[in-house]
DNA sequence: TTCGTTCTGTACTTCCGAATACAAAATATG
DNA sequence: CATATTTTGTATTCGGAAGTACAGAACGAA
C-alpha cells in the first residue's frame, strides 16, 4: 500500500546503539548515524522523530537484548549461585573480548548515561530506563547470591543485597579498566580476584 | 602597573574542575563556567583562551591535588601495605559522603574522560593527562601491594600489577555506584568485600 | 495504469553556544 | 595627575549541528 523501508528498525536502533555508546550522546553527530544506520537524514527523522526520540529508543533496544542474555545465565537451575555470578561476569569479558578484537572497548550505556547528570535530566525517560535496567540486574543477582548461598557456593559474609552491589561495581571497574586499556588477560583476572571475595 | 585580577587562577580552575566534572565536557557551556567561576566571559577567555584549554587546565589542576594526597596514604611508611590499601578507598569513600551530603555524586573526570573517546581524540593532552594520573596511581598501588606482601597484610594469589588493576576497578565500581544512587553505607560494604579479597 | 500512501534524499532554515571585538574600568608608576 | 597596561563586561559575529520542507521515488490496491 505505500514504499517499503529500506531498512530493519530493530537492526537500525543496534547501529544507533552501537555508535551512541561508542561517542556518547553530545558527540555523536545526527550525520554519524545516517552512516552507521547506513540511511539519510530523511528517512532517519521519518523513521526516529529525534536525535533524543532515537536515542531513547535505541538504549531501550539494547538493554533489552542485553538483559535477555543475562537473564538467562542468572536464571539458570542447572548453575550453581557461584556458577551464576561467574557466568555473567564471563558474557561481560567476552563483550570485552570482541570490542578489543575490532581496536575499541565495549564502551557501556549504563555507566556513560549514568556518569551524566545533564544527560538524565534530559529526558526523564533516560534515567527511568537505565534505573530500570540497573534494579533489574539487581534484583536477578541478588537473586542468584540467594541461591548460591544456600547451595554453599557463596559466601554469607555479606547479605545478598551487599552482593549485588559489589558485583555491579566489578562489572562497571572491569568496563572502565578495559577503556583505560587493561587488556583482556588483566579484565579476566579482575574478574577472577572479585569473585574470590565470594567464595564462602 | 595594570589592572589585577578579581580572582585566583588556582580556585578558578577548581570550581571549573567541579563543572566539568559534574555534567561532563560537552554538556558544560560556558556561561556555565564563567557563574561557576564568579566572573564575565570577557575575563575567563582572557585568562584561558578558550574552553578546550580550561579544560585541560582544570583537569589538570584537579588530578594533581587528588594525586598528592592519595600519595600522601600509599607512601605512608607508618601503615601496612594493607592499611595503604584501605586508606586508599578511605579518601574515595569520604569524597562520594561529602558529595552525597551536598545531594550529588563526586562524578570522576578519570572515569568520565576515559568513558568518552571523542573528548580524548580532541586534544591529545586530555588522554594523556588522564593516561599519567591512571599510570602514576597504578604504580603507587602496585607499590603499596608488595609492600602488603613483604609484610604479610596482603595476599599473595595475585600479582602486584593485578592487585593494582583490581584496585583501580574497585574504586571506579565505587563511583560508578554512587552516581547509580547507591548510600555511603553500601559503598563501603562494597569496598569491604573487595579488599577482603586481598587479605592473606 | 493510475492513484494514494509512505519512504528517501537534498537543500534549506534555525538555533544555540563558542569565540571575538571593543570600549570602559582599574591599577602601578613616573 | 597622566599614562601605559591589563582586566572586565557587553554586544556581536560565526560556525556547526539539529531539524524541516519538499520534490521525487517506490510500492500496493483498485
Not at 138 to 164: C, F, L, M
Request: with cysteine.
Amino acid at each position: 500500500m505505500a514504499r517499503p523501508r529500506t531498512f530493519d528498525e530493530k537492526t537500525a536502533l543496534m547501529a544507533a546503539a552501537r555508535t551512541f555508546r561508542r561517542h556518547g550522546f553530545a558527540d555523536t553527530t545526527t550525520e554519524q548515524l545516517c552512516t552507521a544506520v547506513g540511511v539519510g537524514r530523511g528517512s532517519l527523522y521519518n523513521a526516529f522523530t529525534s536525535k533524543d526520540e532515537l536515542f531513547i529508543r535505541a538504549i531501550e533496544a539494547y538493554l533489552q537484548a542485553l538483559s535477555e542474555v543475562e537473564h538467562e545465565v542468572l536464571g539458570d537451575p542447572a548453575r550453581t549461585g557461584a556458577e551464576r555470578l561467574q557466568g555473567l561476569l564471563d558474557l561481560v569479558l567476552e563483550e570485552e573480548e570482541n570490542a578489543a578484537r575490532d581496536g575499541h572497548a565495549a564502551g557501556c550505556i549504563s555507566v556513560a548515561t549514568l556518569m551524566s547528570p545533564d544527560l538524565r535530566s534530559r529526558d526523564e525517560r533516560i534515567g527511568k530506563l537505565v534505573e530500570e535496567d540497573r534494579s533489574r540486574r539487581h534484583e536477578a543477582v541478588k537473586h542468584a547470591a540467594r541461591i548460591g548461598q544456600a547451595d554453599g557456593s557463596v559466601t554469607r559474609d555479606d547479605a545478598p543485597d551487599g552482593i549485588a552491589w559489589f558485583v555491579s561495581g566489578l562489572i562497571s571497574g572491569i568496563r572502565v579498566n578495559a577503556q583505560a586499556g587493561a587488556p583482556i588477560k588483566v579484565l579476566r583476572r579482575t574478574a577472577a580476584t572479585g569473585l574470590r571475595a565470594l567464595r564462602p
